[in-house]
């Protein structure tokens, strides 16, 4: 008597069991691409010594695996500067500067606009002044805050002294055209309200939310 050779049962493929599938490969697929954009989310919120909210870096920069952040401040006085970077493993950096000048606000405007044979657009409130260049080679901006140091005399105060910042890119961008100026507009201005603190300002004045937006400028 043969034995009964026993029916082999195909496997059962459910719905759920596909979703599940998906979901694991899914999960290990997102987690690899979110390795290599992590970089600029895991900056604290506010780079710059506190100073600049970290979403200004993500919105400015590409994504990549890590970031770093530096910030620091040279010289008071007449000599006051202060600095930030930020950069990425993708080697773009956002990079601004703000330094005490001795200049004008027409001064100021005619070393990035037409006198410097760049065409710029210009935001103000409260006192306080941006321009954006639009045909330079390279994407920057710029603002103005008057600002007359504690430690410059009375016999010196005549003279037009201002915080000047400026802010950059090199390398990569994430942002383009307006959405950039207005990024690195915005970093400019976060660091200029700090380094006003740091500058010792002898004038108290209180600075906008923030200034208003290239899109809505003429």
Not at 172 to 200: I, M, N, P, V, W
Request: aromatic share 10%.
């Amino acid at each position: 008597m043969s034995k009964e050779i026993p029916e082999r049962v195909a496997p059962q493929y459910t719905a759920k069991g596909f979703f599940v599938g998906l979901t694991i490969v899914g999960l290990i697929s997102g987690a690899f691409f979110l390795y290599f954009i992590k970089g600029l989310y895991l900056l604290p919120d506010k780079v710059c010594d506190g100073a600049v909210q970290r979403d200004i870096a993500i919105r400015t920069l590409p994504r990549a695996r890590a970031a770093e952040e530096w910030a620091g401040q040279g010289g008071t006085g007449r000599s006051f500067s202060f600095g930030c970077r930020v950069s990425t493993s993708g080697d773009s950096i956002m990079s601004g500067q703000v330094d005490l000048r001795e200049s004008s606000k027409v001064a100021w405007i005619d070393s990035y606009g037409s006198l410097a044979g760049n065409h710029v657009i210009r935001v103000s409130k409260d006192g306080v002044e941006a321009l954006a260049q639009m045909d330079s080679d390279t994407e920057s901006a710029s603002v103005y805050v008057p600002c007359v140091p504690t430690s410059i005399k009375e016999s010196d105060a005549s003279h037009t002294y201002a915080l000047v910042a400026n802010a950059s890119v090199i390398g990569k961008s994430r942002a383009t055209g307006t959405e950039l100026r207005q990024a690195l507009t915005d970093f400019a201005y976060q660091l200029t309200k700090h380094a006003y603190k740091l500058a010792g300002c002898k004038n108290h004045r209180g600075f906008p939310e923030e200034l208003p937006r290239y899109e809505h400028a003429r």
